[in-house]
Nanobody, 126 residues
């Protein structure tokens, strides 16, 4: 069983930065892929970024590429999402997700993840 707790959300002006963190419990963290997804009001949950277990492979949505950076620290069971040059359209609840991807879906697909955090709100004012 894995429990995920996000932190770092808040209100920021457009052009600003935030760093989200996701703390994971469980001894299998280093074997799990980690993803960040977001959901804006009235919209479906969408992929933001993912990082594989070794940290060697990362994936980004086109909308955040070049602005967001995902990283992980397996020694601390933590994954981070550094968000720079924030835009109003980045406003959403951000969720951390984890799994071994054994279901066969790729790391960009929410169906790949069986463990989810409770979410942290990010609001960007224009």
């Amino acid at each position: 069983q894995v429990q995920l707790v996000e932190s770092g959300g808040g209100l920021v002006q457009a052009g600003g930065s935030l760093r989200l963190s996701c703390a994971a419990s469980g001894r299998t963290f280093s074997t799990y892929a980690m993803g960040w997804f977001r959901q804006a009001p009235g919209k479906e949950r969408e992929f933001v970024a993912a990082i594989m277990w070794s940290g060697g492979s990362t994936y980004y949505a086109d909308s955040v590429k070049g602005r967001f950076t995902i990283s992980r620290d397996n020694a601390k069971n933590t994954v981070h999402l550094q968000m720079n040059s924030l835009k109003a359209e980045d406003t959403a609840v951000y969720y951390c997700a984890a799994d071994s991807l054994y279901r066969g879906w790729g790391p960009r697909d929410s169906r790949a993840y069986g463990y989810w955090g409770q979410g942290t709100q990010v609001a960007v004012s224009s």
